[in-house]
């Protein structure tokens, strides 16, 4: 049996929340090892990186997720008992709720959606003297997410349910304040949206057969139940408040644009695939899931090593994004690489990886690519702004993380 490389710290919960995404991929370096462990909020945790990790991490004979997301998580971002936390066949019969929805009809709608709110906002961009990007993103994309999902709202709801769901976003990686602002949004949000399933369920309110609040308000567990309210509002959620997340790849795109003004002319006359190509890149390049979590579900050995039973297991997802033996010269943004991408789903997993069905691999990923192949037109063809002197840093011990401005325009001017 071969000893896993370990790392010297009693504990490093401090230096991960010090380090933020440079935590895991520095650790590899320093092992040589895409197997090292170290130990994470008191217990040991087992951390795997490269696209053989990934493959491993997937294998549901050895992984299951119960019991793997820390309480800090489950209270803010992801709330209770939902997909995340299911195993096997609980987890496919909830999966397939959320795989149904996500036909390429549906896509294309929600896409046309975000272009024709993003058209509305654009007038009054145009009125302002300056525009911060991300805050006006986020209100496009939850806007378009209720239409999309056949939420109701008042006109009222729009700006406090966009907050609530950036603020559940933004607690992942925080503690203190930014945790305690995300456990109380996410405590509004599930009230907001549990009245309305209960509403729906008792013919009060009308929802639209195909959406999901119709999909989720009836869909009934393998024991023949419906959801909880609880439960419900918690899917319903998971579904609207990862599209908001979007919001930080958009502004990542206008930052791209800015930096690399090829791409906007590539954007606007290039190949038809390069707007497929740059949202990948987008997706690869800029940091936003740290890593993932998993248990060993019984002992089992892999190259000599031996995995517990129990055992916190952790998956360097923003390492393997950039991992220089898959990625040349990964450091550098690239949308054509895209051009020769083998397609594994081991190797790029910005949003999770193996599949769909039976595994955890993110629900919303096709959603997020058209989302972002449309933002990145609109931003190259839709309008002309300028981009003043201001703060465009990323700070990578941030999770999640922005570039510091939030990214202002000015000049404002609708071309389309
Ligand atoms: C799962 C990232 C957008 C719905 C995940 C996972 C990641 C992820 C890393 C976990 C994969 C795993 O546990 O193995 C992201 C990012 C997004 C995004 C970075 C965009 C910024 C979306 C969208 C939706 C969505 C737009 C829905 C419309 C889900 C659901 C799961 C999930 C339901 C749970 C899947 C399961 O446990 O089987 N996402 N996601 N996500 N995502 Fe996303």
Redo the contacts with the bound molecule.
Sequence with gaps: MTAIPKDKALDSTLSFLREGYHFLPQRRKRHHSDIFQMRLMGEKAVCLSGEEGAALF?NQEHFQ?EGALPRRILTTLMGQD???T?DDAA?QHR?AL?MKLMTPDSLHQYSTLVAETWRAYLRRWEQLEQVVLFPEVEEVLCRAACAWAGVPFEEKDIKPLTRDLSAMIDAFGGVGPRHAKGKLARHRAERWVGKMIDQVRAGKQYAVEGKALHAISWHRELDGKLLSTHVASVELL??IR??V??G??VVFEALALHEHPRCVELLRTGPAQYAEWFAQEI?RFYP??PL?GARVRADFEWHGYRFRKGTLTLLD?HGINHDERQWEHPHLFRPERFREWNGSPFNFI?????DYAH???????W??IE?LKTTAVLLATSMTYEVPEQDLSIDLTRMPTLPASGFIIRNVRATA
């Design positions: 997937y997720r939902g997909v995340q299911l987890h999966k959320f998971n579904l990862p599209i997340a979007i930080r790849f997706r936003f899931t993932l997802v910005p949003q999770g990886g193996g595994n955890h691999r993110c629900a919303g990923e959603l997020t989302a």
